[in-house]
Nanobody
Framework: QVQVVESGGGLVRPGGSLRLSCVVS????????VGWYRQGPGTQRQLFAW???????NDIGSPKGQFTISRDNAKNTVYLQMNNLKPEDTAVYYC?????????WGQGTQVTVAG
């Protein structure tokens, strides 16, 4: 059984940083693409960072260097480093494991940028 569990969200002040983690069990992430999506209040879930199985990255829709996706295959974990956070980055952040046949999602982790 494949499980995807995100963590690391919370309340952060504008300009702050957070690192989200996505721990996957039941399947080896090294064989598949992974991505981070987010869903803000009243919006649809949107892809903004992607890492293929060959580790080509594609940070979509963020200023260069603001968000960085990475993975540790030995820990079967995907990370999202978020810097210089802004109130508009407030959202629920979801990790996606794309096997090509189906997607596996976590429950999401809330990030709130305020203060």
């Amino acid at each position: 059984q494949v499980q995807v569990v995100e963590s690391g969200g919370g309340l952060v002040r504008p300009g702050g940083s957070l690192r989200l983690s996505c721990v996957v069990s039941g399947i080896n992430i090294s064989d598949f693409a992974v991505g981070w999506y987010r869903q803000g209040p009243g919006t649809q879930r949107q892809l903004f960072a992607w890492l293929s199985e060959s580790d080509l990255t594609n940070d979509i829709g963020s200023p260069k260097g603001q968000f960085t996706i990475s993975r540790d295959n030995a820990k079967n974990t995907v990370y999202l480093q978020m810097n210089n956070l802004k109130p508009e980055d407030t959202a629920v952040y979801y990790c996606d494991l794309d096997t090509g046949l189906r997607d596996y999602w976590g429950q999401g982790t809330q990030v709130t940028v305020a203060g």
